[in-house]
């Protein structure tokens, strides 16, 4: 158990629809990254947050936002979904204080799009 | 620039054998090459990493070996073990920039 806690697990939704993923980093952690992982693509870096501020971004898509709130939990949120989409989404956390310094990953939401 | 390349897509060993795992790159900013194995099931967990400035790392029976002229980095798991089979990715992460480029992926399983 990392520590990093992920729900929903599972969701299934439709094209056109809304979902909004939510991740609890381990205690003491100030810095979120999400991650994409599908067949096609691999595992993509989508986006860092580090104490509720936007630290680096990647190949995250305009329909897709995320924040860390106040409290350091983060929700990423996906609108307009397409088949495509349809991936694992992976929460990490870290202390944030270095490049090099351990990412924990959570157990990952799993999102179908029908 | 950007993608990191991974071979071989899979992997069979026998117990007790050597496991092999190839990334190359092709941005020379990238300056920290984290390797991560992931259970089915589970996230990724960092295993070991390595920046460019030593050739080799050990930890236990994982080892990184890196050639900083071919832009090529290894995974090597010395004498392999069933409970090693799992899918391995290599990374890379620019200097002065928190974002990671990963490669496709290693599925590896260890005969008993």
């Known amino acids: 158990d990392s520590g990093v806690t992920q729900t929903p697990k599972h969701l299934i939704t439709a094209t056109g629809q809304r979902v909004t993923l939510r991740c609890s980093p381990r205690?003491?952690?100030?810095?979120v990254y999400w991650y994409q992982q599908s067949l096609d693509q691999g595992l993509q870096f989508l986006i860092q947050?580090?104490?509720?501020?936007?630290?680096a971004k990647g190949n995250i898509l305009e329909r897709f936002s995320a924040q860390q709130f106040p409290d350091l939990h983060s929700e990423l949120n996906l609108s307009s979904l397409e088949l495509g989409d349809s991936a694992l989404y992976f929460c990490?956390?870290?202390?944030?204080?270095?490049?090099?310094?351990?990412?924990?990953f959570g157990p990952g939401t799993r999102l179908l799009v029908l | 620039q950007q993608q990191v390349k991974q071979s071989p897509q899979s992997l069979i060993v026998q117990k007790g054998g050597i496991s092999i795992i190839n990334c190359a790159y092709e941005?020379?900013?990238?300056?920290?090459f984290p390797w991560y194995q992931q259970f089915p099931g589970k996230g990724p967990a960092l295993l070991i990493a390595?920046?460019?400035?030593?050739s080799e790392k050990k930890e236990g029976r994982f080892t990184i070996s890196f050639n900083k002229s071919a832009k090529q980095f290894s995974l090597h798991i010395m004498d392999s073990q069933p409970g090693d089979s799992a899918t391995y990715f290599c990374a890379a992460s620019m200097a002065g920039t928190y974002k990671y480029i990963f490669g496709t992926g290693t599925r590896l399983k260890v005969l008993a």
């Open positions: 947050y580090y104490n509720g501020e936007e630290r």
């Open positions: 941005n020379t900013a990238f300056d920290y």
């Open positions: 390595i920046r460019p400035d030593v």
């Open positions: 205690s003491g952690d100030l810095s």
């Open positions: 990490a956390s870290s202390s944030g204080t270095s490049r090099s310094e351990t990412q924990y």
